[in-house]
């Protein structure tokens, strides 16, 4: 008789879907991000879902994965990821990139767990201490559309364009209207500082008494970044990765009135020793797809909680299992000290979960409670975003290289300012 939680087999799906021309320090986004989907079928026939950031390294390596899990038991997540690490360690040294791939595998085995015992996966992360986990709006500067381009027509959105103040504070009207966000962030190293600056006053304004936060992706010097800190004093809950590693935030916090956040030189465990001695952040934003999973994350926020350190939650374009899974560790982390990040807004309009599970209300998602993950796959949107992977020929994400297409003196220069 066959062991029913046993892995019969991983399937991994590349995705395409819509995404706005967003603008950050390298560029722009494309008209298409990707993802991957996981299924993780066990041998009686239950289906963990799980979601991994795209691109063809991250797709092989899923695909390598695919091989070593078939045949363990569901419930071994800790050997799943050793078997994982184990046959990508030859070919990927880096251990902050094999934890791409044993955390998207971790949440489709936590996924299928929930569903053989009828609980929802924040059970099984030790049960929820909040009911519904808080997100902010995550605004951008961005164009009106994609332009025209090879022949393709314009590609417009309902939220317009954001290129001052004035458009920053009416897209983060627009993200309160739809989805009651009572926190933003604000994606900058797009505009020279003082014009983010400009922003952020304008938000603070507008939004009395509302967290804010600037993440301009390691687009300043130290020199820059201190001069924006001491603009905003009074005015940000934190300022993420003005500057580029642990070395150079540790300078800018030295007098930065406010608290530092990362999610850029903080990304696996060997660099949070270096970090707290250094003192050179004092907010962590975790992200359950490179931290080795839920279970990991878990853990990561007992060692932030050991030191003293904040913690929020990064996010990228992704779509409904990823929410579904940031969800959940969320709410069963007590020491979650912001509200999450989140692209969802921007992308939700192609998801693969049927809908009616996730939804913003106040700015919160409500804790899915059916067994899982409790999000249901849409097949149908799974067949089309993937044939949309297929015909597109869009392989990796490239932010610069698309900017250059209608700026072709575009450099990405780190720092810019
Ligand atoms: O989507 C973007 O352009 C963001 O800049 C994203 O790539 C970052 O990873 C992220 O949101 C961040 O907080 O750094
Ligand atoms: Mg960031």
Not at 268 to 283: D, F, K, S, T, Y
Not at 353 to 366: A, H, I, Q
């Given at each position: 008789m066959s062991d029913p939680t046993r892995i019969k087999e991983l399937i991994v799906t590349p995705i395409a879907f819509r995404d706005p021309p967003l603008l950050n320090s390298n560029g722009v986004h494309e008209p298409l991000a990707l993802r991957?989907?996981?299924?993780?079928?066990?041998?009686?026939?239950?289906?963990?879902?799980?979601?991994?950031?795209?691109?063809?390294?991250?797709?092989?390596?899923?695909?390598?994965?695919?091989?070593?899990?078939?045949?363990?038991?569901?419930?071994d997540t800790t050997a799943v990821g050793a078997a994982i690490d184990a046959a990508l360690l030859p070919t990927v040294p880096s251990s902050h990139e094999r934890g791409w791939t044993t955390s998207a595998v971790e949440v489709a085995c936590l996924d299928a767990q929930g569903k053989l015992l009828g609980r929802p996966v924040s059970d099984l992360l030790g049960g929820t201490v909040r009911d519904s986990v808080p997100f902010a709006a995550y605004l951008f500067y961005k164009w009106a559309e994609h332009p025209a381009l090879d022949g393709r027509a314009a590609v417009g959105d309902d939220w317009g364009a954001a290129l001052d103040p004035a458009g920053i504070v009416e897209q983060a009207r627009l993200m309160q209207e739809r989805y009651g966000f009572r926190s933003f962030k604000l994606k900058g190293g797009v505009f020279p500082p003082d014009e983010e600056i400009a922003a952020i006053k304008a938000l603070a304004e507008a939004f009395p008494g509302q967290p804010l936060r600037l993440d301009p992706n390691t687009?300043?010097?130290v020199e820059t970044s201190r001069y924006v800190a001491r603009e905003l004093d009074g005015v940000l809950e934190y300022l993420e990765d003005p500057t580029k590693g642990i070395e150079g935030m540790a300078a800018v916090a030295k007098d930065a009135p406010m608290p530092l956040g990362t999610n850029m030189c903080v990304i696996?465990?060997?660099?949070?020793?270096?970090?707290?001695?250094?003192?050179?952040?004092?907010?962590l934003l975790t992200d359950h797809h490179y931290w080795g999973g839920l279970r990991r994350t878990r853990e990561l926020a007992a060692v932030c909680e050991a030191f003293g350190l904040a913690l929020s939650m990064h996010s990228n374009s992704h779509l409904g299992i990823s929410l579904a899974a940031m969800t959940h560790v969320a709410a069963a982390i007590p020491n979650l000290d912001h509200s999450c990040d989140t692209h969802y807004p921007w992308n939700s309009a192609?998801?693969?979960?049927?809908?009616?599970?996730?939804?913003?209300?106040?700015?919160?998602?409500?804790?899915?409670t059916g067994p899982g993950l409790g999000v249901e796959l849409d097949h149908e949107a799974l067949d089309r975003l993937h044939r949309l992977y297929l015909d597109s020929g869009v392989r990796s994400r490239d932010d610069t290289g698309y900017m250059r297409r209608f700026q072709p003196d575009y450099e990405l220069r780190l720092p810019r300012w």
């Open positions: 991957i989907i996981l299924q993780l079928v066990l041998e009686d026939g239950t289906v963990g879902l799980g979601e991994s950031p795209g691109g063809v390294a991250r797709l092989e390596r899923l695909e390598a994965a695919a091989k070593v899990v078939a045949g363990m038991d569901v419930f687009a300043w010097t696996a465990w060997e660099h949070l020793r270096p970090a707290i001695e250094q003192n050179a952040i004092q907010v192609d998801d693969v979960v049927l809908p009616g599970v996730l939804e913003f209300r106040d700015g919160e998602v409500k804790v899915p």
